[in-house]
Every structure is written in C-alpha cells, then in structure tokens.
C-alpha cells in the first residue's frame, strides 16, 4: 500500500481552520507537529510511562495529511479519482482562500510518497523482549528463548495503550509492588494503560485489581493482554474515565476498599489525586505513586503529606522517583 503525503508549513494560530478548510475538500485525519506547550487538562490526560519533551513553542506548526494512491497511480478522494497535481491545486486554493483572513505563515506545502504504511503495528520493531529483574517481558511476536524456560515470563502487548514495562517509572512501581503484595490484596491501578501492574499483580498474588484509564484504547489492551496471561477476566476489572473529577465512577470503584493504590502517572496530576485516592484506600492501605521526575519529587511529598499519607520509602531509578506511602 503506498501513500501520498501533504505536509503544509503553517503557523500554530492557524491550524484549526486549515484543518477544517481541508476537511471539506475530503482530506482527514491531519498529524500535527508543534511545539505549543500542553495545557494542565492535556498532562492530566496522559495518563502515561513519560512525558514527552517540551522545547520553546516557536509558533511554526506542520500539517501532514495522507492519502492512499491505488495501483494505477490515482488518488481517491471524496470518491473522485484525481492525480497528484489536482489534489495539491485544490490544496495550494484552499490556502489562499484562508489566506485571505488571517495569516497563514508559509503556507507551503510539500509532497511525499511513502509505503506499506501500518499505523498501528510500525511501532512493533521497537519493541523486544527485555527483563525487569528476574521477570521477562516478551510481545507476542517473539518467542521463548531456550535459556529463559522457567523465569517468570510477562507477555505484554501495549497495542495503542501506553505500558510495556521498559520505562523507569513502571519498574519502580512493580518493584514497590512485590514488596507489600499479599493474598489477601486488593488492588486500584490509576492509568492502568495496558494493564501491565495490574496483570503483574495478580501474577504475584493479589486477590483483585481494577484499573482506571481515560483512554479507551485500553479496553482491548487490557484484555488482550489478560488473555495472554491466563488472567481471570473476573480478578481483574477496568473502567474509563477521570477518577479525579468523575464522582459517579468514584462511587463505582468504592470507598475504602484497597490494601493498595498504585499510580504511575506525572507529578502535575498526582497532586490533584491524592486526596481522592485517600478516600478509595483503606486505614493503614500502600499508596505507591511513580512517574516523578526528580526535581518534582518535593512536590508529591507534600501533596501526599497533606492528604493524611505518611511517606513510607522514596526510591530512585535514573532521574525518576517513587513515593510509597501509607495511610493513616
């Protein structure tokens, strides 16, 4: 399968209206690059391992669109066929057309042809087997080596949900896990994601876990990855939404009902949920958080301090932080 890119140099201020100026002519699905920094509802949505870099917003933003060129050369469109040089006409009049009132930057647009485009799977060669201490993390398009026969094997396939277990953040979590998991615990996993500590979790013994997660994606990658594990579907239940702001799903997930929380998120947002977690955990229940960065790692603690927790260890890994704390 080959595709044709368009790629328009534009400014930031401009980039709804091209997008949907765009639209009309039956271009969808526009990537956006940009360096306009992520708003304080925008970090609380990435419920995820690490937060990408922010540089200095320059104001220049990038539109890329693509559209699948059949075997004949063609480019369909709206169900009209069309060459490459009548769609970037229609393309370059669009622009002129916004650039009639407002300013558009550049406004130019670049043309790529590129093939066998797999959305979902491209991220796949990135991703290889690894451990995290004596458990092996291995995706479902590997195998078993000889040598590893017998280890504690986690088969763990993110899809489009964050978690494969190789970032400093999720290791400190499974670490802090194993030592306060026993029998009898239930777990909560704020941003499951692909449900990695939760399925470990059980995997070492706990008794039930529910997830939490905003992004829907998780739904399948959770139950992928349950299957891939032989985990019961009834130990481990999910739920999407915002469990900070959402009081009909807090109510869902129940009041002191956990031995343990664990939420492996970012700074920003662990300090809003920390005093909704202190209602979800019961007395004396592990409150594990992650997803730190070293210079915010004050921060948490203070947050955690105010809710009631009392901070039980502080571990490192690289510039990350884990806060473990119990409540009172």
């Known amino acids: 399968m080959k595709w044709v890119k368009f790629r328009i140099k534009t400014i930031t201020e401009a980039e709804d209206i091209i997008i949907s100026s765009l639209y009309d002519i039956g271009l969808e699905g526009a990537q956006i690059e940009d360096k ?16 990408p870099d922010e540089q200095e917003d320059d104001g220049i933003a990038y539109l890329s669109f693509f559209v699948e060129k059949k075997e004949d050369g063609s480019l369909e469109v709206q169900g009209e066929a069309m060459d490459v040089e009548s769609l970037l006409e229609k393309v370059e009049q669009e622009l002129q057309n916004v650039r009639l009132f407002m300013e558009i930057g550049e406004g130019t647009v670049s043309v790529d042809e590129t093939e066998d485009i797999d959305w979902i799977n491209n991220w796949k060669q990135y991703f290889h087997q690894f451990y995290i201490d004596d458990i092996l993390v291995i995706p479902s398009w590997e195998d078993i080596q000889p040598r590893d026969q017998g280890k504690t094997v986690l088969h763990i396939d993110p899809g489009t949900a964050f978690g494969t277990g ?102 920003d947002v662990l300090v809003p949920l920390t005093p909704v977690i202190a ?20 921060v948490v603690r203070d947050a955690a301090e105010a809710a009631g927790f009392a901070i039980l260890e502080v571990t490192y890994q690289g510039e990350w932080v884990s806060v473990t704390c119990r409540k009172g």
């Open 36 to 51: 306009v920094p992520l708003t304080a509802l925008e970090k609380e949505q990435m419920f995820v391992d690490i937060l």
């Open 166 to 267: 190789m970032h400093e953040t999720t290791q400190l979590c499974i670490r802090q896990l194993r030592k306060f998991i026993t029998p009898e615990t239930r777990l909560l996993d704020v941003g499951t994601g692909s449900g990695i500590l939760s399925i470990l979790s059980l995997m070492f013994g706990a008794k039930y876990a529910l997830g939490t997660d905003l992004d829907v994606c998780a739904v399948d990658a959770v139950a992928d990855n349950c299957r891939s594990n032989g985990i019961d579907p009834t130990d481990f239940e999910l739920l999407i939404g915002n469990i900070i702001t959402d009081k009909m799903l807090q109510e869902r997930v129940g009041y002191e009902s956990y031995d343990i929380v664990v939420a492996n998120i970012l700074a």
């Open 279 to 298: 209602g979800h955990l019961k007395p004396g229940g592990i409150y594990i958080t992650s997803g730190i960065i070293d210079d915010k790692e004050q």
